[in-house]
Nanobody, 118 residues
Framework: QVQLVESGGALVQPGGSLTLSCAAS???????????MGWYRQAPGKQRELVAT???????NYADSMKGRFTISRDNPKKTVYLQMNTLKPEDTAVYYC?????????WGQGTQVTVSS
């Protein structure tokens, strides 16, 4: 069973930066490499939305509001995915979730809270 553990969430001031990590376990390296990994977020009272994804080949995709501010990356030997977030805004406040996809399988982490406030 694949398990994903997010970390790095914190309270940060507007304009600040933060890096989230998602560590995978219960999966060997060969299988981790072929998973598409993604970050999603859910703000209070709102639906969960896509932040960014990265394929096994390193192709990335971002939601429009995150382009130019957020960067997703993966370190396959460490079985870890990162989300570098810059120029954070109060509207980025949400619980950020990591997702691993190898159709038809989807695995989610428990989430990490990011709060952007002065």
């Amino acid at each position: 069973q694949v398990q994903l553990v997010e970390s790095g969430g914190a309270l940060v001031q507007p304009g600040g930066s933060l890096t989230l990590s998602c560590a995978a376990s219960g999966i060997n390296l060969i299988n981790f490499i072929i998973y598409t990994m993604g970050w999603y977020r859910q703000a209070p009272g709102k639906q969960r939305e896509l932040v960014a994804t990265i394929t096994s080949g390193g192709t990335t995709n971002y939601a429009d509001s995150m382009k130019g501010r957020f960067t997703i990356s993966r370190d396959n030997p460490k079985k870890t995915v990162y989300l570098q977030m810059n120029t954070l805004k109060p509207e980025d406040t949400a619980v950020y979730y990591c997702k691993a996809t190898l159709s038809p399988r989807n695995y989610w982490g428990q989430g990490t809270q990011v709060t952007v406030s002065s």
